[in-house]
């Protein structure tokens, strides 16, 4: 990995996600009076996760459950996740539209545009594995290796090693080749497991 590179990312990671902020404000609009109108609650949803050198930091998204749904309990992991997905959000996780609020955190210096997707802070055995791999010191992504490559199909062993080759290969190809096939990703919906079924 390029020294100089995780800098440049931090410049790149502010300038790209003010412009998408800005450029995406009536979507932003139109997506929270959507989430509030038809479910009680309020637009956003916050949950702790894992940063860089496992500082906790609230990850921002669209609420797309009741506001009742545990809120530390991987969706994948719940007994009947269809039964707390609202009807609206069952269309922004399809289509990701969810997410868009992480450009909050990127802005902030939480996350980056890529990089191991931020852990649950109670998931310990994904922690603990990352750990191997040094994947617990840089900033956690958007989207990253391990999104690409399985999503929520993969075992915890194989997502934390996707993670490890992402911190030695980090660099602005692999990140752009990254981005590139997350929007092939989002549009075929690969890889998605709302239930542990």
């Not at 707390?84 to 909050?104: K, N």
Request: net charge positive; with cysteine.
């Amino acid at each position: 990995m390029c020294q100089v590179y995780p800098y440049v990312k931090r410049v790149l990671d502010i300038v790209f996600s003010a412009a998408c902020l800005i450029a995406l404000l009536p979507v932003f609009a139109a997506l929270s009076l959507a989430v509030a109108l038809t479910s009680p609650g309020g637009a956003f949803f916050k949950q702790r996760r894992v940063g860089r050198g496992k500082e906790l930091f609230d990850m921002i998204k669209f609420r797309t459950m009741r506001a009742d749904t545990p809120s530390d309990v991987p969706t994948h992991l719940l007994k009947d996740p269809y039964a707390h997905i609202t009807p609206v959000g069952r269309f922004l996780r399809r289509t990701s539209l969810d997410e868009l609020p992480q450009l909050v955190n990127i802005l902030r210096g939480d996350m980056s545009f890529v990089g191991p997707r931020p852990a649950l802070w109670n998931q310990s055995d994904l922690i603990a594995e990352r750990d191997k791999y040094g994947a617990n010191d840089i900033r956690p992504g958007l989207t990253g290796l391990a999104q690409v490559s399985g999503r929520d199909e993969l075992p915890i062993p194989k997502k934390a090693a996707y993670d490890g080759e992402y911190c030695r290969n980090m660099g602005f190809l692999p990140d752009c080749a990254i981005l590139f096939k997350t929007v092939s990703s989002v549009a075929a919906s690969k890889g998605v497991k709302e239930g542990g079924k």
